[in-house]
């Protein structure tokens, strides 16, 4: 074997590892991950909560005495971070009578293998988000039945929203309750 050539190699081995060494202990790598912490910890600071809004509510009959409702929800989140929006579950009322109920996504627990029913608003953004109930006309929805059908009730929609939003090893969120009117 060439010893020139063995020296060589184990020179530019020994060199690779003071270069490392020199880096790691000069604070070029550390400086870069507190960059990366600071960024993500900043977008934990001042969470506000998301701004949720009824975007529209039609009934359609599709049948003598069976009608769909459709739900949109619009979802703002004023951050600069990504929230993710959990779950919503709402009712529909008209004149104090619920007329439906009725859930978006699904709070994850413990281990999540898909994240189907979860649903990602990055800083700033806002997501629609739809549900459809169908409901049969009977004696006790009775007296407002027209009014949902022709199009011309007023609706009040109440419920729960859950949402987290993570940044590095931390996690902030909860559920929120909510009040709405349409039109």
Do not use: C
């Amino acid at each position: 074997m060439d010893r020139k050539a063995i020296y060589a190699a184990g020179g530019g081995i020994a060199a690779v590892a003071v270069a490392i060494y020199l880096i790691m202990n000069t604070g070029i790598l550390t400086h870069t991950n507190s960059i990366g912490q600071g960024f993500n910890q900043g977008a934990l600071m001042n969470i506000k909560a998301i701004a949720l809004s009824v975007n529209n509510l039609v009934a359609n009959r599709t049948a003598d005495n069976i009608t769909e409702i459709r739900v949109a929800f619009d979802a703002y989140n004023p951050n600069m971070g990504t929230v993710i929006l959990e779950a919503i579950r709402y009712n529909v009322f008209v004149d104090n009578m619920r007329v439906i109920s009725g859930d978006i996504g699904e709070k994850p627990e413990g281990f999540v293998a898909s994240q189907e029913g979860i649903y990602p608003i990055i800083g700033n953004g806002t997501v629609t988000l739809k549900d459809v109930q169908t409901v049969e006309r009977n004696d006790m929805n009775a007296p407002i039945w027209d009014k949902v059908v022709d199009g011309r009730a007023n609706y009040i929609i109440n419920g729960t929203y859950s949402y987290k939003q993570t940044s590095s090893f931390q996690a902030t969120g909860g559920d929120m309750d909510f009040k709405l009117t349409f039109p």
